[in-house]
């Protein structure tokens, strides 16, 4: 098996070989500059800023940037596997994609190319609800990829019951259940353009394709497409979930069920008491609380309070490889990686989304074994010091 570090040999090589360079940068923390390059406006306002003034988006840095990796010598491997099981699905690495709705704002394939590149590397795809494409659609391109569904729960049972069941029918394992937008946060980088996808009936794939939804129109969509704008903003919002709801999802989920959006302890003890499977770590990149906590500020509390009980994922802010360390090593299982797989899409659709995730697994294993934790899973705290 090579390691994924390999890579970085097969760039030096084209270079010095064939003259040839990355097409997208292999720093990925530069890709946000490169894609508000190429986006139209709207696109770029939806996808990059985050919610108010972007306090929370900038914590969630600030919290990465307080922690320093503390290499250890003499303690790498020739051979390294980073591979790891999370809730029954088996993946190369502790690596998932963040569900990210309306991707053909980034590019026209949108999921469809996401899912592709995904299922080439093994790394588990997580569709949205907020998809441009169906579960269908998304479940043909990713072949016998590993796929999770992220529900954002209707507040209309029946919509809700048919997403259920067409998610597992397509073959998604997992659930992943958003519990931090149950209304849209304050954002004005859309709202200064008063741009929302979703009243054009864009990111609205999943609904315009399923029965439930279809049922409650009167005229087919192409007929009156205003009709089904105006049912999807009706059953979307639903600020009166509550934790006795899960119950209703467990009744008509068979697969593990995570709750994702939980930064206070409080919540991820509730969870874990309401029989969750696993939590994610996340405050939604900051799209949804302006001045909230920074999500990697919130993760060691929270596996304090329930890493023993249940699996903890994370995201928000992961930017690079060592990123990945610090969260793992403070106590994420696997992470999810959100907006850099989203701007390697933008830039080079389905190849610069296998390009992010190469480059990403690639400093990952370099930067494990340069630091002497070949092995992602014996990751502690004790691998970092706070500066
Ligand atoms: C453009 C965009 C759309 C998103 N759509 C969804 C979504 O449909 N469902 C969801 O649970 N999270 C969604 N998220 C949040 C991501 O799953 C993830 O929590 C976030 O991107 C992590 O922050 P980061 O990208 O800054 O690392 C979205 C994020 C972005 C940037």
């Not at 919509?159 to 209304?183: H, K, N, P, Y």
């Not at 639903?238 to 709801?245: A, E, K, Q, T, V």
């Amino acid at each position: 098996m090579p390691n994924f570090g390999d890579f970085q040999v097969s760039v030096y090589l084209e270079g010095m070989l064939n003259g040839t360079t990355p097409e997208l940068t292999t720093n990925l923390a530069q890709l946000q500059e490169h894609a508000k390059a190429v986006l139209p406006a709207e696109a770029m306002g939806y996808i990059v800023p985050s919610a108010g003034d972007g306090a929370t988006a900038r914590a969630n840095r600030e919290a990465f940037d307080r922690w320093r990796i503390v290499p250890r010598m003499m303690r790498g491997a020739v051979e390294r596997d980073l591979s790891c099981t999370v809730l029954g699905t088996s993946m190369p690495a502790p690596v998932l994609l963040a569900p990210i709705g309306v991707q053909s704002l980034a590019h026209s394939d949108g999921e469809l190319a996401t899912a592709r590149a995904a299922a080439g590397m093994g790394i588990p795809y997580i569709h949205s609800t907020a998809a441009s494409h169906s579960f269908e659609e998304v479940a043909e391109a990713s072949g016998g990829g590993p796929r999770w569904y992220q529900l954002y729960v209707p507040n209309d049972r029946e919509v809700c019951q048919s997403f259920l069941e067409r998610a597992a029918a397509s073959g998604f394992d997992t659930l992943v259940v958003t519990l931090d937008t149950t209304i849209l946060g304050w954002r004005p980088a859309d709202l200064d353009r008063g741009f929302l996808p979703f009243l054009a009936n864009v990111g609205v794939a999943n609904y315009l394709t399923d029965p439930a939804f279809l049922a409650k129109l009167d005229k087919p969509v192409e007929e009156d497409p205003g009709a089904a704008t105006f049912l999807w903003a009706g059953m979307f919002p639903n600020p009166g979930l509550r934790w006795s709801d899960l119950s209703f999802l467990r009744e008509h989920w068979a697969g593990p069920i995570v709750v994702k959006g939980v930064v206070a302890t409080e919540d991820a003890i509730a969870a874990v008491d309401h029989g969750v499977d696993g939590i994610v770590v996340s405050n939604h990149g900051g799209r949804q609380v302006d001045g909230s906590i920074g999500a990697l500020d919130a993760l060691p509390a929270v596996v304090g309070a329930v890493g023993d009980r249940t699996t903890t994922l994370f995201d928000s802010g992961i930017r690079n490889g060592t990123d990945v360390i610090k969260a793992l090593a403070l106590g994420a299982d696997a992470i999810l990686l959100g907006r850099p797989f989203l701007y390697g899409l933008a830039l080079a659709g389905q190849q610069g989304v296998e390009h992010v995730l190469r480059c990403l697994l690639a400093e990952l294993d370099l930067a494990l074994t340069l630091a002497g934790h070949p092995d992602p899973a014996t990751l502690g705290p004790e691998v970092l010091q706070r500066s």
